[in-house]
Structure formats: structure tokens, C-alpha cells
């Protein structure tokens, strides 16, 4: 990662102009994630320094994943602009566009920070309004809504990309109606979100839907809404493309699977159709003649695949790299397998005592065994170890202490 000092009117370091940002509520930090925009950058800041009254202290601050010449441009750009202008440069692209707004937050030190997009169908005149009714209505977050008088979707280009997003909404607010209650466009990339409502830590981004992620797991109070017209994009290429479709809607399966219950509910609901393939393959080697017992112990592996597969992909994607995925492999696996100890004796019970048929003894005997299997898999599989924990937080702590001797006590420059 790299950093471009700040350039315009002041520094961000510049005592003066902090203390100021600090003391004023209604100072702002405008924090636009970019990615290939060098042709729209000197325009978006002649906008912006158009829209941003004097009296508004304000700082802007790119959070860049470019392979183009987008920081140069940000540098030169950034000498006629009256407030001051920042640049991270990211090499790694993490968390994409969502990553990028989370590292700008990290850095931001205003009281509100305003996120919108680099090519300016996020109209730079509303960055004031949105402060303002955020004031005005003692709310911690404002959303740019596409969705309420006044406001328009007009920039979207065609039916389909117009259809693809309100399924987007329909479907989000559907999964969260309390959180997102009183948010009408909730995939809304241009909002302002108080600082002191987010807590940076908590935030797991994935893709591009940053507000989604920063209303489920930071929710703020008081939400407000202002209307926005949509514009059409003022040079290069539209980011939207079918991949950022599925990391939104694994996204969406993540937040959703946040909660202990929400997790086990899903865990159980992929264990449901791994009976599928268990009970196929018990069904096939019972009726070539092989002994039940032993056709449940092959079974199973089936039926442990299947489940390993849609866990890893839907359910613990984000903690899969706590360990190695043989060692993932391995322990879920052996997890999987070891109930068969206390399944196969409850299915031989149900089998000799009661007169069970073989199949339905073995949807029994899993059903039993389900809640040690979710505890056992979450634990033993998924779980960090209390090592790597500790070293992050030494990490981490060594890291802060280094920005703040780099940034001579200003750590939003050392970023």
C-alpha cells in the first residue's frame, strides 16, 4: 500500500486544519474508492469544489485499487482544489470496492464521512445535503435513495441492468426488514454515515455494497433519506459485471449467517440435502447386497462431501482462511465420520428393538446428532486458533504505533 500526501488548500496532517475538522460538526471527509477513473477525476473535483460551500470543512480522500495512471491524475488534479485531497493506493485490492471504503473510514477524521463513486452518476452537488438533513434530522446515517419522490434511476443502462438492481433491493430488504426498515434503496453506493456510528472493526466487506454491510452490522440510528438522480457515467467503463453479482449475493448469504442461530439454521438446512446423496448411495449398495452397517459407513462419505463443499462456499467462506484446507478437509471430515460412533448404535437400536426401516433410522439418527455436529464444526474447524489471534493483535498493535511515529501523531496520514 501507498500513500500520496495530501495536497489543495491545507494538509491533512496540517494541526491548524485538524483541530478545525474536529471542532466543526458539520465538517465532512468525502471518500471515493477508485478503480481505473483517471478520466473522470478532474471534472468530479471541479464539481466538488462547485458544490462544497466554504464554510463546510472538508476534506476528500481517494482509496485507489488503480492499474492506471489514476493517483498521477488525483496528484495534479488536487492542486486547484481549495479543500485538501488524499490518495491510498492500494496494491492489493481487499475486500474490493467495500475494502476500499473500509480503509477510507479508517483513515477518515471528520464527524461525517460521505462515500460516493468515481464517476460521477453520484451528483458531487448533493454531498452538502446529505450533511446537511443528517444535522438537521439527528440521524447517524443519510442514503442517497434512487426510490423516493424526487429521486430517479435514470443512469442505469437498460432493462436489465434496471431489473437486476430492484431484485437486488426487493431481495436485500426482504432478508432484513428490520435492519433496513426506513432505507427504500438499500444497494445505494452515495450515502453519509456519522463517524462515530461506525465501528471499523466489525465490518467484513465483500464486493461492492458497502452501505449493506455498514447498516447490518454497525445499525445506525434515525436513518434519513434524501432523493438522487442517478447520472449517466461520465467517461470510462462500468465496474457492474456477473462476478460482482455472486460476491453480492454471498455477501448477502454471510451477513445473513452472522448470528449463532442463523448459522446453525443454515448448517442445518445444507445437512438436509446432504441426505440426498447419503441416502442415493446407502439405497444403491444396500440393493447390490452389501450389509447395512457397512453401506452406511460408505455412504456417509458422500454425503460429507456434499456438505463440506456447500459449508465451505456458502456458510464459512470468510473464516476459511483461519487454516489450511487440507487441515479443513481433514478435521471435517474426521468430525463427520466420528459420530457414525454414536449414529450407527442409535441406528442399530432403532433397527433390532423398534423395527425401524434402515433408511428412516438413519434420518433419525442424524437428526440426533445434528446440534454436536454444527457446535463440533464451527469449533474445531472454523474457529482461529488462539495463537494467530494474539499475534494479529500484537500485529496490530505495532502497526498503530508505527503510523502514529510515521504521522507524527496524525495517523490518518501514515495510512
Known sequence: MSILPPTGAGELGDPELEATAVAEPGAVTVIIPTFNESGNIRELLRQLTDAVPARLPCEVLFVDDSTDDTPEVIAAAAQDCPFPVGVIHRDTPEGGLGGAVVEGLKAAGSDWVVV????????????????AAGERE?????VASRYI?????????????????????????????????GISDPMSG???????????EALRPLGYKILLELAVRCRPEQPAEVPFVFRDRFAGESKSTAKEGL?????????????????MI????????????????????TAAGLHYLPAEVLANQ?????????IETLLFRSRRAHRHWADRVGRFALLANADLLLRIPLIALFVSRFGTGVLPATAMALLATFVL???????????????????????????????RVAGGGTERVSR
Open 116 to 131: 460516493m463513486d468515481g464517476d460521477l452518476q453520484h451528483p458531487p452537488a448533493l454531498v452538502p445535503d446529505l450533511v
Open 302 to 310: 458422500f454425503g460429507v462431501a456434499w456438505n463440506f463443499v456447500l
Open 190 to 200: 452515495f450515502f453519509a454515515i456519522r463517524r462515530s456510528a461506525v465501528t471499523s
Open 138 to 142: 439527528s440521524a447517524d446515517l443519510v
Open 149 to 181: 419522490d424526487g429521486g430517479s434511476r435514470a443512469g442505469l443502462a437498460g432493462g436489465y441492468r434496471v431489473a437486476v438492481s430492484r431484485a437486488a433491493t426487493w431481495l436485500t430488504k426482504g432478508v432484513f426488514p428490520g435492519r433496513l426498515r
Open 266 to 285: 443454515v448448517f442445518g438446512l445444507i445437512g438436509l440435502s446432504g441426505f440426498v446423496p447419503n441416502l442415493l448411495a446407502l439405497s444403491g449398495l
Open 247 to 263: 460476491r453480492f449475493l454471498r455477501h448477502l448469504v454471510e451477513l445473513r449467517t452472522a448470528a449463532p442461530l442463523a448459522r
Open 373 to 403: 455436529r454444527f457446535a463440533g464444526t464451527e469449533a474445531l474447524v472454523y474457529l482461529p486458533k488462539r495463537r494467530r489471534r494474539e499475534d494479529r493483535s500484537r500485529a496490530r498493535a505495532v502497526v498503530l504505533a508505527e503510523r
